[in-house]
């Protein structure tokens, strides 16, 4: 089978091609891997320069919408032309579904849309019409995959069929968790040893409720003085301003290390706020985190109800940073890992995502 995935090249701080991050890495390699046939063209909204490169298994197009858009359609279309694929996959944002929807139907070909958020909720579904032209583009295209069980309730709810929707989270790489005691990984980072660990990595954010793990942390100074704050990730100017007097600061670091990061720590924390975003999202760092062996607290939002539902003792109410304090310092005094099965590797989410594609391609012949 050939797959031609349509998508955008930046996304959750990081850039595809650089970096090879995340879903949009790990879904076309592992469709590969598979012995599927795997094209790529990834845009980029700022000018980061062209790129033409066979990578995991995979031929990646990079092509800059600046200063001329029309290349990027160019490119789908050099694409069509000689990559002949067997389906189209369109991911990442409203922009990419709903031309990519349009571009398979006009090519009489199957399209299936990748939600991994909720694009609704994005800034740019503010541009005029370009909400209804994605709920439109929802309902025509062949099938859906929602990142998580909340999201495909809400695709229901704005006319997608059930029966076309399929729920495929978000994993882990193979080798994420490194193999290492938690004195390897804090002596590989510089960490100091004999002092509780308590952080977080990724984008630190005050939309995403980095102000609660703030909160939290100089509460727990009170009662535990030794208890040092670790973070890893890109902030903006505000947010380094608020970062607590006497944290370790590991800055922006590559996600390859984030596992050590979290194999590094006591208790890991996952922030957010109760919004739109939140409540349709699938928790990376979370399952990161479970992945690692990592005790951790979370907000209660969304998808992170559901797979700890059965257990409260890892979940806050998003906002109550006294809450926070007090599931994090019993996680200190009784550590108790989550359930490492909620990891899955992303070689047995593209496993499932290739059954998707198959039956697609099936069902339109």
């Known amino acids: 089978m050939r797959v031609l995935m349509v998508c955008k090249r930046q996304y959750t701080g990081r850039d595809l091609l650089d970096d090879r991050y995340g879903r949009l890495h790990e879904i076309p390699a592992g469709l590969a891997a598979l012995g599927h046939e795997v094209l790529v063209v990834a845009a980029s909204y700022r000018r980061s320069g062209a790129v033409d490169r066979f990578a995991d298994g995979v031929h990646w197009l990079g092509v800059d919408v600046l200063p001329w858009p029309g290349a990027l359609f160019a490119a789908w279309r050099g694409a069509a032309r000689t990559f002949r694929p067997d389906v189209i996959v369109a991911s990442s944002d409203a922009l990419h579904l709903v031309a990519g929807e349009r571009f398979a139907r006009r090519l009489a070909l199957p399209v299936v849309l990748d939600l991994y958020d909720d694009y609704e909720s994005f800034g740019l579904t503010r541009l005029p019409g370009l909400r209804a032209a994605l709920r439109s583009a929802c309902t025509r295209a062949d099938a859906l995959v929602a990142v998580s069980r909340a999201l495909a309730a809400l695709l229901v709810e704005r006319g997608v069929a059930v029966d076309r929707i399929t729920v495929i989270g978000n994993g882990v790489p193979v080798q994420f968790a490194p193999d290492l005691s938690r004195d390897q990984a804090r002596m590989a980072l510089g960490l100091p040893g004999g002092v509780p660990l308590v952080g977080t990595a990724g984008a630190l954010s005050f939309g995403r409720g980095i102000d609660d793990l703030f909160s939290a942390f100089e509460r727990l100074q009170s009662s535990r003085p030794g208890v040092r704050l670790v973070l890893a990730g890109p902030c903006d100017r505000d947010v380094g301003a608020a970062i607590p007097r006497g944290t370790l600061d590991l800055g922006h670091r590559p996600h390859p290390e984030v596992g050590l990061v979290f194999r590094a720590l006591d208790v890991g924390v996952v922030c ?78 593209a496993e499932r995502f290739a059954a998707v594609l198959d039956a697609t391609v099936g069902a339109h012949h």
């Open 272 to 349: 957010n706020r109760d919004d739109a975003f939140a409540r349709a999202c699938h928790p990376m760092k979370l399952v990161e985190m479970a992945a690692c062996g990592l005790p951790l607290v979370a907000a209660d939002i969304g998808e992170v109800s559901r797979l700890l539902a059965d257990r409260p003792d890892a979940r806050y109410v998003a906002g109550d940073a006294g809450m926070l304090a007090l599931r994090i310092g019993a996680q200190l005094d009784s550590p108790a890992p989550v359930d490492p099965g909620l990891a899955e590797p992303w070689t047995s989410l």
